[in-house]
């Protein structure tokens, strides 16, 4: 009893394998960072100047269109989006598109 209680009150010495396993340890974990901070830096796309990217109030929350290349310029010239003309004429235009409004559904 009386030796557990010496072992318990004396500091832990740290020999030359465990610090040569916590130096071990500590390389992998900043290897393994280093490595995942290059792959955030280098992985994803870039972002495309042909694509239309807008988010607008709807019936049940919010509504989105989002659509590239061809897709995106059929979208502009539909002029299907009745209530948002101005956020969708400018992201047709950062796009490189012209925005076709949309006819007014009055007969006269």
Known sequence: ???????LSEPLR???REKALVAILLSCLAVGLLALLAYGLSSGAPARADCIDQTFPSTLGAGEVKACG???ARVCASGAYRGIE???RAACQRAGFAYKYP???NPN
């Not at 009893?1 to 072992?7: F, N, V």
């Open 70 to 72: 061809a897709k995106a």
């Open 103 to 105: 006819q007014s559904s």
């Open 1 to 7: 009893m009386q030796e557990q209680a010496r072992r």
């Open 86 to 88: 101005a956020e969708m």
């Open 14 to 16: 740290w020999g030359r």
